[in-house]
């Protein structure tokens, strides 16, 4: 069984005050809307859980309702920090799920064969990425005025969501972090804690998350 994780707590701070950017309208639907109903149609996912903050639980409740999604699905309330919200959801995926994928709210572009990719890589490795390859010159700065090194580009990848993995792998992974105190960006540095391997599935489609107000042309560009 294939369970889903749309993790949708988070406030979105770099859209600006009072902006909950999930909710922003992008193709005629908030962009979450497109989320859901991206993973709500995908054939390789058989569940879906939508991990979101308190206050947001009955608006949430609403538009689920809203897409009559036909899979199983549920909404749940979320952490302080992403990881605290992506254990939440591990908690609530039923128990027969064995592989979990798991999706920011904010990137409604994923296409449905790079989720099924992500699944069939971490069926066979235990832990996998969607990843594009870095294009352009990266630069390192220690303040943010000047260059200190240049990176090599043909070794970086750029990481996305899904971030797809075996339950046992990031249950064990996230508990490692819990137990040490740590704080980590995404699901994948988890697995570097316990020396689990990441596999790369590359995605040659946009796969661009909403972050910033300029993305949502871009985004909307792409759904229509």
């Known amino acids: ?12 701070t770099r859209m600006g005050p ?7 309208e992008v193709a005629g639907r908030p962009v979450v809307a497109h989320t859901l109903q991206r993973f709500g149609e995908a054939a ?3 569940e879906m859980v939508v991990v979101v903050r308190e206050d947001m639980v009955s608006e949430f409740e609403d538009l689920v309702k809203a897409l009559r999604l036909r899979k199983p699905h549920r909404v749940i309330v979320g952490g ?4 605290d919200s992506v254990w939440n959801g591990l908690q609530a995926v039923s128990p027969q799920a064995e592989i979990v994928a798991i999706q920011d709210g904010a990137r409604p572009c994923t296409p449905v064969d790079v ?13 996998a990425v969607a990843a594009q390859r870095v294009t352009d010159t990266i630069k390192e700065s220690d303040d943010g005025r000047s260059i200190v090194r240049h990176l090599e580009r043909s070794r970086l990848w750029s990481v996305q969501t899904p971030q797809t993995f075996r339950v046992e792998v990031i249950r064990r992974a996230l508990t490692a972090v819990r137990e040490k105190g740590l704080n980590v960006t995404d699901d994948t540095a988890a697995c570097e804690l316990i020396g689990q391997p990441v596999q790369l599935v590359e995605t040659k489609a ?10 949502l042309a871009y985004v909307g560009m792409l759904l229509r």
């Open 1 to 12: 069984m294939n369970s889903a994780i749309i993790v949708a707590a988070g406030r979105g």
């Open 18 to 24: 009072g902006v909950d950017k999930l909710f922003l």
């Open 44 to 46: 390789c996912i058989d």
């Open 80 to 83: 302080n920090q992403r990881q």
């Open 115 to 127: 989720i099924a990719a992500t699944i069939a890589a971490a069926r066979e490795t235990g832990a």
């Open 206 to 215: 946009p796969n661009p998350k909403v972050t910033l107000p300029a993305d």
